[in-house]
């Protein structure tokens, strides 16, 4: 157990004891975004096709997101060497322990811009507005949350985009309540169709 590592993927370093830590550069990857979508009951009934426009990070085309002017653009990092990570030794009453954690200095990329893009500055991406569309399938539910993959914001000097999450809301129909996959339909009938019966229209 004292030769592993243990990795804790939702916060980005590693910990071991007695071994050499991870080489890897981290893949970066966009913010989501988040969007409410308001849905008649017809609607959630079938289905629907949804098209909206959004205001989000998207990849430079001018430097295809690396954020540089030009492939010479660019030295290694001297505080990880290209590696991304910064390994620390502590010694303890069972040995060595070796953590390592993102370097804080080029953000795990192994690189610093020396010349960055007059577009973008440097960061990789620029704002702007396009149009998505998306399919919503039917007998969605109030409150759910559906992930658009890929729809997000771009990542910074490349990598993996983000997605959009689309949180439901339905719109209180004037005739229907709706109890799960059922239907109510409240039916004011008067006493004469009660006492004898009647047929009655929805």
Do not use: W
Request: aromatic share 4%.
């Amino acid at each position: 157990i004292f030769g592993g590592h243990f990795n804790f993927g939702g916060f980005g370093s590693s910990f071991g004891f007695g071994g050499g830590g991870s080489s890897g550069q981290r893949v970066n990857r966009g913010t989501d975004m988040r969007i409410r979508i308001k849905l008649t009951l017809q609607e959630i009934a079938h289905g629907v096709e949804k098209k909206i426009k959004l205001n989000r990070k998207v990849t430079c085309t001018t430097c295809g997101g690396t954020g540089a002017k030009d492939k010479d653009s660019y030295t290694t990092c001297n505080t990880c060497h290209g590696t991304g990570q910064v390994t620390r030794v502590t010694n303890t009453i069972l040995g060595q322990m070796q953590t390592s954690s993102t370097c804080p200095t080029c953000h795990g990329d192994g690189k610093i811009i020396t010349n960055p893009c007059p577009t973008c500055h440097g960061d990789g991406t620029v704002n702007k507005e396009e149009e998505i569309t998306f399919k919503i399938p039917a007998c969605v539910e109030e409150g759910m949350v559906l992930t658009v993959a890929g729809k997000g914001n771009a990542a910074r000097h490349g990598g993996v985009n983000g997605n959009l999450l689309v949180q439901i809301e339905e719109i209180k129909d004037d005739d229907l309540i709706r109890n799960g996959t059922d239907l109510i339909h409240n039916a004011c009938v008067s006493v004469a169709d009660v006492a004898l019966g009647a047929t009655v229209e929805i």
